[in-house]
């Protein structure tokens, strides 16, 4: 049949038509059998895979609430990757005692050990996952490897890095990494303050201390934001010392803010009439959490500041101060000569008595 075009007298050119034809129709079901084939293998693989997240997703529950069974499970090579992941989200949402024992359910089945091979690969889905597993496991033979992950040159890897440090030992984790902050702002700050929480601000206390007084100004005023997670002795004594020394108006501004008014602050009254708004702000936002009665002549000067955000933390403070009762703050009201420093203050009183 296949000679029937050469057999038929027809010219070349047909000739080379139906067997281009031919070929066609040839390659069409070829490519038609190599997508059903295609089709075939991916929903042998989806429901392969649906057996594997069965089978230890069963596993993994049994052991978050304690009904494991006395036999250990085995983890197939092929199960590895889906089990990591499925454990990894587990553990991301519990802790205490279930978290003990998933830790206890992954160190059996050699989770360990996969979790640091699959960090060294260059996948970052896969490595960033390996990574979190070392943290979720307090892994500390990982250590080291992990503390050189915080300095990778992507964010995602070391900021992940550096939780994972900071779950299994917050206290070295902190001395690697706090002086890393100022240089990594490519770290999201709510993860740098998730790793400091986790530590805790009994720990992060002293070495946070020391970093922000040995910085350069840019730095120091960049790191008074975690400070606020620091104890109360810490803030104050950090304030204090930086206010006293220093007079770069962001760190005087950020000293001031992480200040929590337990303790007294120097330069008070030059704070309050510095060239920069937001130094006066944060002044005023302090006055306010002093809570004084005999800092209400102070703020009450700041209410016909230039700037509309002093003006306003004055009155709020100013409002917030013992002992000035509705008819002591419209007395004040009423004597002030600014339009600007009596609206402010009427607007304030208003919020606050309809609250």
């Given at each position: 049949?296949?000679?029937f075009?050469?057999?038929?007298?027809?010219?070349?050119?047909?000739?080379?038509?139906l067997?281009?034809?031919?070929?066609?129709?040839?390659?069409?079901l070829?490519?038609?059998?190599?997508?059903?084939?295609?089709?075939?293998?991916r929903?042998?693989r989806e429901?392969?895979?649906?057996r594997?997240i069965?089978?230890?997703?069963?596993?993994?529950?049994?052991?978050?609430?304690?009904?494991?069974?006395?036999?250990?499970?085995?983890?197939?090579?092929g199960e590895?990757?889906e089990?990591?992941r499925?454990?990894?989200?587990?553990?991301?949402?519990?802790?205490?005692?279930?978290?003990d024992?998933?830790i206890?359910?992954?160190?059996?089945?050699?989770?360990?050990?996969?979790?640091?091979?699959?960090?060294?690969?260059?996948?970052?889905?896969?490595k960033?996952?390996?990574?979190q597993a070392?943290g979720?496991?307090?892994?500390?033979?990982?250590?080291?490897?992990l503390?050189?992950a915080?300095?990778?040159?992507?964010?995602?890897?070391s900021?992940?890095a550096?939780?994972?440090?900071?779950?299994?030992?917050?206290?070295?984790?902190?001395?690697?990494?706090?002086?890393?902050?100022a240089?990594?702002?490519?770290?999201p700050?709510?993860h740098?303050?998730?790793?400091?929480?986790r530590?805790?601000?009994?720990?992060?206390?002293?070495?946070?201390y020391?970093?922000?007084?040995?910085?350069?100004?840019?730095?120091?005023a960049?790191?008074?934001?975690?400070?606020?997670?620091?104890e109360?002795?810490?803030r104050?004594?950090?304030?204090?010392?930086?206010?006293?020394?220093?007079?770069n108006?962001?760190?005087?501004?950020?000293?001031?803010?992480?200040?929590t008014?337990?303790?007294?602050?120097p330069?008070?009254?030059?704070?309050?009439?510095?060239s920069?708004?937001?130094?006066?702000?944060?002044?005023?936002?302090?006055?306010?959490r002093?809570?004084?009665?005999?800092?209400?002549?102070?703020?009450?000067k700041?209410?016909?500041?230039e700037?509309?955000?002093?003006?306003?933390?004055a009155?709020k403070?100013?409002?917030?101060?013992?002992?000035l009762?509705?008819?002591?703050?419209?007395q004040?009201?009423?004597?002030?000569?600014?339009?600007?420093?009596?609206d402010i203050?009427?607007?304030?009183?208003?919020?606050?008595?309809t609250?």
């Amino acid at each position: 049949m296949l000679d029937f075009p050469f057999a038929s007298g027809f010219s070349a050119s047909v000739s080379a038509a139906l067997w281009i034809t031919v070929a066609s129709i040839g390659g069409s079901l070829l490519l038609l059998l190599y997508t059903l084939e295609l089709r075939f293998r991916r929903r042998l693989r989806e429901r392969q895979r649906a057996r594997v997240i069965a089978h230890w997703r069963a596993i993994i529950a049994d052991a978050v609430t304690g009904n494991a069974t006395a036999a250990a499970p085995t983890l197939r090579r092929g199960e590895r990757r889906e089990f990591l992941r499925l454990w990894v989200y587990t553990r991301s949402m519990v802790e205490g005692a279930a978290a003990d024992r998933l830790i206890a359910l992954a160190r059996s089945l050699g989770l360990s050990e996969l979790a640091r091979r699959q960090t060294r690969e260059s996948h970052i889905g896969a490595k960033l996952m390996a990574i979190q597993a070392q943290g979720y496991l307090r892994d500390p033979d990982s250590f080291a490897e992990l503390a050189a992950a915080a300095d990778d040159a992507n964010p995602l890897v070391s900021i992940t890095a550096a939780e994972a440090l900071a779950a299994i030992d917050a206290t070295r984790a902190v001395d690697r990494l706090i002086p890393k902050i100022a240089r990594r702002r490519d770290w999201p700050r709510t993860h740098v303050f998730k790793v400091l929480q986790r530590a805790g601000s009994a720990v992060i206390g002293e070495p946070l201390y020391r970093c922000i007084r040995a910085a350069a100004d840019d730095d120091a005023a960049y790191l008074l934001q975690f400070a606020e997670i620091a104890e109360f002795d810490v803030r104050d004594a950090l304030a204090v010392e930086l206010l006293r020394s220093r007079d770069n108006p962001e760190v005087l501004a950020a000293a001031l803010k992480v200040a929590t008014g337990h303790t007294a602050v120097p330069r008070i009254d030059e704070l309050l009439a510095h060239s920069a708004w937001y130094v006066r702000m944060q002044a005023a936002r302090f006055l306010g959490r002093m809570g004084r009665a005999e800092d209400a002549p102070r703020l009450e000067k700041l209410l016909a500041d230039e700037e509309w955000w002093v003006r306003f933390r004055a009155a709020k403070a100013l409002v917030g101060l013992p002992g000035l009762g509705a008819k002591s703050l419209e007395q004040v009201r009423m004597r002030l000569i600014d339009r600007y420093a009596r609206d402010i203050l009427g607007q304030v009183i208003a919020e606050t008595s309809t609250r």
